[in-house]
């Protein structure tokens, strides 16, 4: 048995919960990960995991151990890093889910510049608005708009994005320009709906003028759960936009866009970078991370609060 092997099966079957999981993410058999956590435990002469036909649980003696164990990996990373040329040029496999419009419109065009730096590193970036099992899918890091619900998660603040309204022209000459917010769930006007994948439904927009305080819902015939798909639902002239800034500045230049209800105030989205808490944030990692907030801090920087 090859221990160091066997110590990382049963870190992925603690984290995934699943032996059929954590033999994927190993590009490993299922029948490999349990015959090395069989001789793990009959090594350390304690049972580590409860199996039924549904689930595994771990057992207490397991939770200490693995707590010990994900420390003694983090260690061996840090050790073979720190000899190697790697603490220079980090290296390896690295796995992101990202928001689609800020792949396609910010780090992707940066990705040259990334890579000059980082030769070495493989990169698998998910381009998706959905939900990710981070663990389950074995994810280093996502980044997503909105307040990470997941507790379980660690989530670093690396940005705010300032949103507005817009329009097509096309729509505009159709339906005429809407001179207040209320309009667009009057029936006067369409909007374009996106289905946030957390809610499973589209979200009413908080706006305020001086002490003038409205919720907006709007009346969509089309909802989208993609941001790229839903730029586009809007430059054909299907409805009217909710749109961080970043992705409108370049249809504003164009004409594409027309800017509605500026004199009105919207809250900021935020946006995370989340990871979890018990894996070991490796060196590939935390350079993703630095290199994600600088682009952030350029297209997005963090409004103060308080």
Same mark, same amino acid.
């Given at each position: 048995?090859?221990?160091?092997?066997?110590?990382?099966?049963?870190?992925?079957?603690?984290?995934?919960?699943?032996?059929?999981?954590?033999?994927?993410?190993?590009?490993?058999?299922?029948?490999?990960?349990?015959?090395?956590?069989?001789?793990?435990?009959?090594?350390?002469?304690?049972?580590?995991?409860?199996?039924?036909?549904?689930?595994?649980?771990?057992?207490?003696?397991?939770?200490?151990?693995?707590?010990?164990?994900?420390?003694?990996?983090?260690?061996?990373?840090?050790?073979?890093?720190?000899?190697?040329?790697?603490?220079?040029?980090?290296?390896?496999?690295?796995?992101?889910?990202?928001?689609?419009?800020?792949?396609?419109?910010?780090?992707?065009? #940066? @990705? $040259?510049?990334?890579?000059?730096?980082?030769? !070495? %590193?493989?990169?698998?970036? +998910?381009?998706?608005?959905? =939900? &990710? *099992?981070?663990?389950?899918?074995?994810?280093?890091?996502?980044?997503?708009?909105?307040?990470?619900?997941?507790?379980?998660?660690?989530?670093?603040?690396?940005?705010?994005?300032?949103?507005?309204?817009?329009?097509?022209?096309?729509?505009?000459?159709?339906?005429?320009?809407?001179?207040?917010?209320?309009?667009?769930?009057?029936?006067?006007?369409?909007?374009?709906?996106?289905?946030?994948?957390?809610?499973?439904? #589209? @979200? $009413?927009?908080?706006?305020?003028?001086?002490? !003038? %305080?409205?919720?907006?819902? +709007?009346?969509?015939?089309? =909802? &989208? *759960?993609?941001?790229?798909?839903?730029?586009?639902?809007?430059?054909?002239?299907?409805?009217?936009?909710?749109?961080?800034?970043?992705?409108?500045?370049?249809?504003?230049?164009?004409?594409?866009?027309?800017?509605?209800?500026?004199?009105?105030?919207?809250?900021?989205?935020?946006?995370?970078?989340?990871?979890?808490?018990?894996?070991?944030?490796?060196?590939?990692?935390?350079?993703?991370?630095?290199?994600?907030?600088? @682009?952030?801090?350029?297209?997005?920087?963090?409004?103060?609060?308080?």
């Amino acid at each position: 048995m090859d221990r160091f092997d066997a110590m990382q099966a049963f870190v992925r079957v603690v984290e995934t919960g699943s032996f059929t999981k954590a033999a994927a993410t190993l590009h490993m058999s299922k029948t490999s990960v349990t015959q090395l956590i069989q001789q793990l435990e009959a090594r350390l002469r304690v049972r580590l995991l409860n199996r039924t036909t549904r689930k595994v649980n771990i057992t207490a003696d397991g939770a200490a151990y693995y707590e010990r164990v994900i420390r003694l990996l983090a260690d061996m990373d840090d050790a073979e890093t720190s000899l190697s040329s790697a603490s220079i040029a980090p290296r390896g496999r690295l796995r992101v889910d990202v928001p689609s419009p800020l792949a396609r419109m910010v780090l992707i065009p #940066a @990705l $040259p510049g990334f890579y000059a730096c980082y030769p !070495e %590193i493989q990169l698998t970036m +998910g381009v998706s608005d959905r =939900i &990710i *099992d981070i663990i389950g899918e074995n994810i280093d890091c996502v980044v997503r708009g909105g307040e990470i619900t997941d507790q379980s998660l660690v989530a670093r603040h690396v940005g705010d994005l300032k949103v507005g309204i817009y329009a097509a022209p096309d729509y505009l000459q159709r339906f005429g320009k809407p001179a207040h917010p209320r309009e667009l769930d009057d029936g006067r006007h369409s909007t374009v709906g996106f289905l946030w994948s957390r809610t499973g439904k #589209a @979200l $009413p927009y908080t706006m305020q003028r001086g002490e !003038e %305080i409205i919720e907006v819902q +709007g009346r969509p015939l089309l =909802i &989208i *759960d993609d941001g790229n798909a839903y730029l586009a639902a809007g430059l054909a002239g299907l409805g009217v936009l909710w749109l961080p800034q970043y992705m409108a500045k370049p249809h504003l230049a164009s004409g594409e866009l027309v800017p509605l209800f500026e004199e009105w105030h919207m809250e900021p989205m935020p946006m995370y970078l989340a990871f979890p808490p018990n894996r070991h944030v490796s060196t590939k990692v935390r350079v993703f991370i630095d290199w994600v907030m600088e @682009l952030m801090a350029e297209h997005a920087p963090v409004v103060g609060r308080g």
